[in-house]
């Protein structure tokens, strides 16, 4: 069955320091999301992506994220300068239609 | 904005039992969804529903437009069962945003 695939599954990296989380949607998936998850919090919406642009984005993804759809296959998620309150479980999605599916996601720890 | 309520926000039951998790939401969705999420984190979508019910083997979703309320029961209830589970609202103008759910910590014991 087709996944979505997020590495690494475990990403430590110091204050100030620039991040990328990589993601491989569904091949035949046009919507791509991030979501984030802080630990023992709800899981909050960041940024959706269709047609190689950002259709939506929440108040969360401010200058310091970005997104990125390089070569047609990944899908990442950037920051640039990483603040010790952007440590969470970061989760990849892609949908064709209404139902989303999830990459395990991948844990942020910044020191 | 649009904020989604679950209840309860623990739950443990002894196999066998039926359970049911309760998600409320305060303004009009295009569709709402039931996840499950394990220990080590990962999501799995259950359920997307518009109106009416589904039914996936011992797993039911149900949902009220008119009272923006939507319930999952899990029959039959086996310790595998144990996980978060997750409601999360599509809202009516955006296409995909999800606005989640606090989650239902269900613990099944033997």
């Known amino acids: 069955e087709p996944e979505v695939t997020q590495t690494p599954s475990h990403q430590v990296t110091q204050m100030g320091q620039e991040v990328i989380l990589r993601c491989v949607p569904i091949?035949?998936?046009?919507?791509f999301y991030w979501y984030r998850q802080i630990l023992g919090q709800k899981v909050e919406f960041l940024v959706s992506f269709y047609n190689n642009e950002i259709s939506e984005k929440s108040e969360i993804f401010d200058d310091q994220f970005s997104v990125e759809r390089p070569d047609g296959s990944n899908f990442t998620l950037k920051i640039r300068s990483t603040k010790l309150e952007d440590s969470a479980m970061y989760f990849c999605?892609?949908?064709?239609?209404?139902?989303?599916?999830f990459g395990a996601g991948t844990r942020l720890s910044v020191l | 904005k649009n904020e989604v309520e679950q209840s309860p926000q623990n739950l443990t039951a002894q196999e066998g039992e039926f359970i049911t998790i309760n998600c409320s939401y305060s303004?009009?969705?295009?569709?709402l969804h039931w996840l499950q999420q394990h220990p080590g984190g990962g999501i799995v979508s259950l359920f997307m529903l518009s109106s009416g019910k589904k039914k996936h083997g011992r797993l039911i979703a149900t949902i009220n437009i008119q009272e923006k309320h939507s319930s999952l029961h899990i029959t039959a209830s086996h310790p595998r069962d144990s996980a978060v589970y997750i409601c999360?609202?599509?809202?009516?103008?955006?296409?995909?945003?999800?606005?989640f759910g606090q989650g239902t910590i269900l613990t099944v014991h033997p």
């Open positions: 999605a892609s949908s064709i239609g209404n139902i989303q599916y």
């Open positions: 303004v009009g969705i295009s569709a």
């Open positions: 091949s035949n998936h046009l919507y």
């Open positions: 999360a609202a599509a809202g009516g103008t955006s296409y995909g945003k999800l606005t």
